[in-house]
């Protein structure tokens, strides 16, 4: 495992950058898993940049994104197929047909998840996955208590998570109780993990994670068990490391 230090939001936004860039150049058929929420916005905006001044060319990338709220259609400003629209795919040479995120208006949970991994297989798996980290711990939406065996499946959010994303809606009683998340065991086999970590809410999640037991109680503890993962983490996310 390897750790970077950022001092701030942009400059692990812009470190990521790099290494997203890195595997893109290196491969560019290259399948990359990616993430949504406030963590990532800032890679992909460096990656946009890149894209604009001609340095990456994404016309052969693959993407599959960790997640997405069981409910919400693409349309939909809050669904995470609209969000990676929004803050990446629209603005890069990506082929759409080839950027994939679990069917949140999908009656059959179970039909749902048995189709996501199924892509996932058929694209031969994910070259380099990109992961937040939530406040308690938790990897896509892979909440405390989350079977590391698991591959793609219908979760119940935590308040936690609710509470985190209420920002996004009008109201926490907007917020979806569901979603679709890769599970662990998918996460896992991605053959390289980022993960990016900034805010002084994070710093505990960090710390367990990297240092703490081995428990599906801290999701992101799994991490400490592959062997190509690279955290890159601001100077607030790691105040409890540096002590």
């Not at 809606?169 to 979603?179: C, K, L, T």
């Amino acid at each position: 495992m390897v750790i970077y230090k950022a001092k701030d939001y942009q400059d692990m936004s812009r470190k990521a950058a790099n290494i997203l860039s890195a595997q893109i150049i290196m491969k560019p058929d290259c399948v990359l898993g990616l993430a949504t929420g406030s963590s990532p916005v800032g890679a992909y905006e460096q990656l946009i940049e890149w894209y604009k001044k001609g340095d990456l060319d994404f016309s052969r990338v693959t993407t599959i994104n960790l997640d997405e709220y069981r409910g919400l259609g693409p349309d939909d400003a809050q669904s995470y197929r609209y969000f990676m629209n929004t803050h990446l795919f629209d603005h890069v040479n990506i082929d759409k047909a080839r950027t994939f995120v679990p069917d949140g208006l999908c009656a059959d949970a179970d039909a749902a998840c048995r189709a996501y991994n199924a892509i996932i297989a058929r694209e031969g798996g994910i070259d380099m996955q990109l992961l937040g980290m939530g406040a308690n711990g938790h990897i896509g939406f892979n909440e405390p208590g989350a079977a590391f065996e698991s591959e793609t499946h219908c979760v119940d959010l935590t308040e936690s998570t609710i509470e985190a994303n209420k920002r996004f809606f009008a109201s926490a009683g907007d917020v979806p109780r569901q979603a679709y998340t890769m599970g662990i065991k998918g996460i896992m086999q991605a053959r390289k993990i980022v993960v990016i970590v900034s805010g002084e809410n994070k710093a505990q999640a960090l710390r367990d994670a990297l240092y703490g037991k081995v428990t599906p109680a801290v999701p992101a503890s799994i991490l400490q068990l592959h062997n190509d993962v690279t955290i890159v983490a601001d100077e607030a996310a790691r105040s409890l490391l540096d002590e």
